[in-house]
């Protein structure tokens, strides 16, 4: 109970001060906000963690999908076949022996 109540006096405080600076200072850290945005240095800056990100993205996206092969069976290719060759079922689920592939027409 007592947590509400510090988080409902910071709330009348923060709408109470708020309201006090008014359009005006909202304007100012508009404004502010967009210098800082546009400024080169933060372009860079936003641009390097962009490239970073992708990077990261990738690695990621590669290791899952070598991780992923490795631990499902159904993924794995059978009998010496390529990686690039598919079931002929096109589920990826291994057929049964007696179990003959269904061609779509």
Not at 32 to 35: G, I, K, L, Q, S
Not at 70 to 73: A, D, S
């Given at each position: 109970?007592?947590y509400?109540?510090m988080?409902?006096v910071?709330?009348a405080?923060?709408y109470?001060l708020g309201?006090?600076?008014?359009?005006?200072r909202?304007?100012q850290?508009?404004r502010?906000?967009?210098?800082v945005?546009?400024?080169?240095a933060?372009q860079?800056?936003?641009?390097l963690?962009g490239?970073q990100?992708?990077?990261?993205?990738?690695v990621?996206?590669t290791?899952v999908?070598v991780?992923a092969k490795?631990?499902?069976?159904f993924?794995?290719?059978?009998?010496?076949?390529g990686?690039?060759?598919?079931?002929?079922t096109?589920?990826g689920w291994?057929?049964?022996?007696?179990?003959?592939?269904?061609?779509p027409?």
């Open positions: 109970m007592r509400r109540l988080f409902g910071g709330l405080v923060g109470i309201s006090r600076a008014g359009r005006e909202y304007e850290l508009k502010m906000a967009r210098r945005s546009d400024s080169p933060v860079e800056a936003a641009g963690v490239a990100v992708s990077k990261a993205t990738e990621a996206r290791k999908s991780v490795n631990r499902l069976p993924l794995q290719p059978r009998n010496g076949a990686p690039d060759e598919h079931d002929e096109g589920t291994p057929k049964e022996k007696d179990e003959k592939a269904v061609t027409h």
